[in-house]
């Protein structure tokens, strides 16, 4: 099997996706621009339906792999690295503290960690939260805990590899 992640020198992009208010229709569309050959969509919901976020999420987890089936990704649930500490600046620090060495969720991340190091396949989280980011008082600021999960993993996997092999790219 070819790895499909190598791109001529680029970094190995780990995708982040939000389905938030959208259709099925337009969900499945911003995967258009990614090759969708090997590709692995990891849900790191912690609830598999959310009525704000697009009617139909509500059919769960199978439903999103299903919808995802049909332009052909991959899809595999992964709610152990669901946030259960909210989106705001506080409940994502505890978040990320969580996926350290010494946090309750370090053995599932290292799981996913080890999964994309070595599979040949490329990979996307998905939560519900759409914008990635939102403006803070200050700066910028992440906005669902998918970023703090793909920079994380970004971090960890470019220290193995010694160099920027690696990069978060959201949806």
Same mark, same amino acid.
């Given at each position: 099997?070819?790895?499909?992640?190598?791109?001529?020198?680029?970094?190995?992009?780990?995708?982040?996706?939000?389905?938030?208010?959208?259709?099925?229709?337009?969900?499945?569309?911003?995967?258009?621009?990614?090759?969708?050959?090997?590709?692995?969509?990891?849900?790191?919901?912690?609830?598999?339906?959310?009525?704000?976020?697009?009617?139909?999420?509500?059919?769960?987890?199978?439903?999103?792999?299903?919808?995802?089936?049909?332009?052909?990704?991959?899809?595999?649930?992964?709610?152990?690295?669901?946030?259960?500490?909210?989106?705001?600046?506080?409940?994502?620090?505890?978040?990320?503290?969580?996926?350290?060495?010494?946090?309750?969720?370090?053995?599932?991340?290292?799981?996913?960690?080890?999964?994309?190091?070595?599979?040949?396949?490329?990979?996307?989280?998905?939560? /519900?939260? +759409?914008?990635?980011?939102?403006?803070?008082?200050? &700066?910028? %600021?992440?906005?669902?805990?998918? *970023?703090? !999960? /793909?920079? +994380?993993?970004?971090?960890?996997?470019?220290?193995? &590899?010694? %160099?920027?092999?690696?990069?978060? *790219?959201? !949806?």
């Amino acid at each position: 099997m070819t790895d499909a992640r190598k791109n001529k020198g680029q970094p190995i992009p780990i995708f982040t996706i939000g389905y938030g208010l959208a259709t099925k229709e337009e969900f499945q569309g911003r995967f258009s621009e990614i090759p969708k050959a090997d590709l692995t969509v990891v849900d790191v919901r912690k609830f598999d339906s959310k009525s704000r976020n697009g009617r139909w999420a509500y059919q769960g987890w199978e439903a999103m792999g299903i919808t995802l089936k049909e332009i052909g990704i991959s899809y595999t649930e992964c709610s152990e690295l669901a946030n259960v500490y909210g989106s705001t600046a506080r409940g994502l620090d505890e978040y990320q503290s969580q996926i350290m060495p010494g946090g309750d969720l370090r053995r599932e991340f290292m799981y996913l960690l080890h999964e994309l190091a070595t599979d040949t396949a490329q990979y996307c989280l998905l939560c /519900a939260e +759409r914008k990635p980011y939102r403006p803070g008082r200050i &700066a910028i %600021r992440p906005n669902c805990h998918r *970023v703090v !999960l /793909a920079k +994380r993993l970004c971090t960890e996997l470019n220290s193995f &590899a010694g %160099r920027d092999a690696w990069a978060e *790219v959201h !949806l």
